[in-house]
């Protein structure tokens, strides 16, 4: 059936309304990438046989992730009429647990992370409330959603509805809001109204580079050309960043509904969205969603019947991390070698096949149907005096809660770290932040009060980028982080351009000699000077950005890499070359553990003999370190 | 050429087929120029297992159908090879050789796409893809230690496969899986919060059901 009217969307809605909300009990298992690798698919398929074993009445649903990675697999149960609970770090056997408990009617206490009671339609501005009043039943020591330090600080724009729908369910989407703005754009507002209020929102490209995106829109906009296109950049190659994957797992349709409205914007009637092969899920739900839009005729030719056309379809990536940069990306889809080329003329002048084409992130695209539903004053709002709304970020690395969280723009990086990630893990030091992946840089404990927006990043050298924010501690070697995202450079580096081609493979060559501790005097200028003019020199922002994470490690950890070349030594013991293993004899007791897990048959002794390393067989892979139950295995 | 029909005189001129190094300045002109500057040099005995590989997996009308999918499409170069790329595991130089046929476009210009995206594989890969993730998240919680754990347990290194082409062992620049670091996938399976100690185990459930 296509929907022509509003009467005909409302009906789909109240549809999705009661699949999302049944009058029976509802049980969602957060099945993302994360919550599958987690085991999520196994609780899945043991909820699934206990309710039939027990031959109850319940409904059991796949759902996006709710963004606590950290506490996957998730299971939320819907009491109806009474509340919502989530279950955290489940197991097939806590699900088979929690459906006898729901069997015999009682309230299932163990592994509750906490109790959502309210859910918020951001669409429409409202709330639904699950209890009202408090269940009896429910102990009352349970945190609320809001109470959590994790969910605290956030506010959910891009991901309104990621571990609420079913991703493969659009009168879900429809039933909490989803495509009444496409309808409100395409009946009621002109192009140029539309782009007035995403201009007055303040949104910026968040993809990383920020720039303002009504301003491009209007630039396409009034390019000259009978055919215009709308592309969206999921090709998230950043690595330690899964936002983008995050959204089109959990709600493809806030992409989907986005870029048709942008396309109405800028009159354009055939899209692309641009998904790297290794989110083969995301890839796979995009499809569904796109097939159920087109079924219900909200893509495809005259859409709501307003005469406004507009078709979508995906493209795959095949694993080139310069694709993510526009011209590159654009090559690619022309079935070309993903190689930049000189701006301008800029994509919205001449982009796809020579036509104007606006490109933008996942995120920025998902920003857009709350943007006009609410009214750019209201999403204004959030954010701060120089950067409005709000972002995605992957936090990652050694925080204690990691998962994908959505912060107003402005709150600082220590409120990022400590209190949504909840401070590092295993009780360790902090040492630095990393932005903005491989043309980032890294961040040190001096500048945590640095407010999260653009401008402020970048004054300390490194990006806010796509949103990938990995947390380093005392155990992380600067000058091996350095080392490991200029090897990613260069590996992914395009060669077109030979700034970028050899530089960075200069900087790889200096910065190995330095972790293998035949470092030499001058080799900071050297690996400063090059930077210089590999940022200086190169084509696209690729290089432009590349020695990034190398300035901002010699700037604030310069003693690192001093201590490398001068005295031999990694001070946080993870270059192989500068450390040994050594058996403390005060402590070994001669367990033997270590002697039967060391791969390479490097440790020596009898039982209750203090063991030997053997240091020219030692290949230092760790493992005795990590086996001694005794802290007898020495780093130095 | 001079003459008239059936009474013709033909002069060939043949250029230089090699590079005089006392003239050549590496300006690198000549490479931009070459028709065949992709062309990725196989050894001979990779080649010819290459082709026999091909050769028992005949499959043409699969290649056929897969062009003919995007046949109208504009840009469809780099979904048929995608789609070559995931029914054999790699791209056969002879489908490649057939998409070149059936879309006009010069071999030389499909093997510079094929040897640019890191999802193509021009040689023979194993039964099961094991992706290392090395990006950043799993990169700090030790992922190179998985890798080399696993290179260790396969006997080779990253990039190679197993001499009973049961498995290729690859690193990968992030699968999205973070927040649970270290991950790796293993065909289609993902695998979170791994240990050293954990990855053997992991190999033996497959080469077990491999053996069934």
Excluded at chain 1, 92 to 101: D, I, R
Excluded at chain 1, 178 to 183: D, M, R
Aim: charged residues 25%.
């Amino acid at each position: 059936m296509k929907l022509t009217s509003l009467e005909q969307l409302q009906k789909i809605k109240e549809q999705g309304l009661k699949r999302a909300y049944p009058e029976k009990i509802k049980i969602m298992v957060g099945m993302a990438t994360c919550g599958i690798s987690a085991g999520a698919d196994k609780v899945y398929r043991a909820l699934e046989d206990k309710i039939a074993a027990r031959k109850m009445d319940v409904a059991l649903e796949k759902t996006g992730c709710i963004g606590f990675c950290q506490q996957e697999p998730l299971v939320d149960v819907i009491y109806p009429k009474k509340v919502r609970v989530s279950y955290a770090t489940m197991t097939p056997a806590k699900a088979e647990a929690l459906v006898e408990s729901l069997h015999s009617g009682k309230f299932f206490g163990e592994n509750v992370l906490c109790r959502i009671d309210q859910e918020e339609f951001l669409i429409e501005g409202t709330t639904k409330a699950y209890a009202n009043p408090h269940p009896p039943e429910l102990p009352g020591d349970i945190p609320k959603y809001e109470e959590l330090p994790f969910f605290k600080k956030q506010v959910k724009i891009a991901l309104r509805n990621c571990g609420y729908i079913h991703p493969e369910r659009i009168e879900e989407a429809i039933g909490r809001g989803g495509y009444a703005t496409l309808y409100k754009v395409l009946t009621a507002m002109t192009p140029e109204e539309v782009i007035a209020q995403v201009k007055a929102s303040g949104l910026r490209g968040r993809g990383g580079a920020g720039f303002p995106t009504g301003v491009k829109w209007e630039f396409c906009r009034k390019a000259e050309g009978d055919l215009k296109y709308i592309i969206c950049n999921a090709d998230e190659g950043d690595p330690g960043a899964f936002m983008d994957r995050g959204i089109l797992e959990g709600d493809p349709h806030a992409v989907i509904e986005g870029m048709a409205i942008g396309a109405y914007a800028i009159g354009a009637s055939q899209g692309y969205i641009y998904c790297r092969a290794e989110c083969p899920l995301a890839i796979q739900r995009l499809q569904i969603a796109i097939q159920q839009a087109e079924d219900l005729g909200l893509l495809g030719d005259n859409i709501f019947g307003s005469g406004f056309s507009f078709k979508l379809k995906i493209r795959k990536g095949a694993g080139a991390f310069v694709c993510g940069e526009e011209t590159s990306l654009i090559a690619s889809i022309e079935g070309k070698v993903g190689e930049p080329r000189p701006r301008p003329p800029f994509p919205a002048q001449s982009g796809l096949w020579g036509k104007p084409t606006i490109i933008n992130n996942v995120k920025t695209w998902s920003h857009i149907a709350p943007i006009i539903a609410r009214g750019a004053e209201w999403y204004a709002g959030y954010g701060s005096e120089k950067a409005k709304g709000t972002t995605v970020f992957a936090l990652v690395g050694k925080v204690n809660n990691t998962g994908l969280v959505e912060i107003p723009l402005g709150i600082s990086l220590r409120e990022m770290i400590f209190e949504i990630g909840g401070g590092i893990a295993g009780g360790r030091a902090f040492k630095a932040v990393q932005t903005g992946g491989p043309s980032g840089g890294c961040i040190p404990e001096e500048f945590l009060d640095t407010p999260v927006d653009y401008e402020s990043l970048g004054a300390l050298g490194s990006i806010m980028g796509s949103g990938g924010m990995i947390v380093m501690d005392e155990r992380d070697c600067m000058v091996d982080v350095a080392k490991y995202f200029i090897d990613f450079t260069r590996d992914e580096s395009c060669g077109k351009c030979t700034p970028c081609r050899e530089g960075t493979l200069r900087l790889m060559e200096m910065l190995e000699d330095i972790t293998a501790g035949r470092g030499q005097e001058g080799d900071l200028d050297k690996l400063e000077k090059m930077s210089g003019i590999i940022k200086k020199t190169s084509l696209c922002g690729l290089g432009q950005t590349a020695p990034n994470p190398v300035l901002s490690t010699l700037k604030y950890f310069r003693d690192e890499y001093e201590a490398h070349i001068w005295a031999k030594k990694c001070p946080a013991k993870v270059c192989k070359e500068l450390i040994t293993y050594r058996v403390d004899a005060d402590k070994c007791n001669g367990c033997q553990l270590c002697r039967l897990k060391c791969p390479v048959e490097a440790i020596q002794g009898a039982k209750k003999v203090v063991h030997e390393v053997l240091q020219d067989k030692c290949i230092k892979c760790g493992t005795c370190f990590e086996k001694c139950k005794f802290d007898a295995i020495l780093v130095e | 050429m001079v003459g008239d029909p059936g009474e013709l005189t033909v002069t060939f001129s043949q250029q230089p087929r090699s590079v005089d190094p006392d003239k050549c300045t590496g300006c690198g002109v000549c490479i931009e120029a070459c028709p065949i500057r992709y062309e990725v040099q196989i050894p001979p005995e990779e080649e010819a297992k290459a082709r026999s590989a091909y050769a028992q997996a005949v499959d043409e009308t699969a290649v056929a159908g897969i062009i003919s999918q995007y046949r109208e499409e504009p840009g469809n170069l780099l979904p048929i090879l995608l789609d070559i790329n995931s029914h054999f595991n790699w791209l056969p130089r002879p489908a490649l050789e057939h998409v070149s046929r059936e879309l006009g476009s010069p071999l030389s210009e499909i093997l510079r796409v094929a040897s640019f995206y890191n999802a193509f594989s021009l040689v023979p890969r194993g039964q099961h893809i094991i992706n290392v993730c090395l990006g950043t998240g799993c990169f700090v919680k030790g992922s190179p230690r998985i890798l080399e754990e696993l290179e260790r347990k396969l006997g080779l290194k990253h990039g190679q496969t197993t001499e009973d082409m049961l498995f290729t062992l690859e690193v990968v620049r992030c699968i999205g899986c973070c927040a649970l670091a270290p991950a790796m996938r293993v065909g289609e399976d993902t695998f979170g919060r791994l240990t050293p100690g954990q990855v053997g185990k992991i190999i033996d459930s497959y080469t077990k059901t491999a053996n069934l």
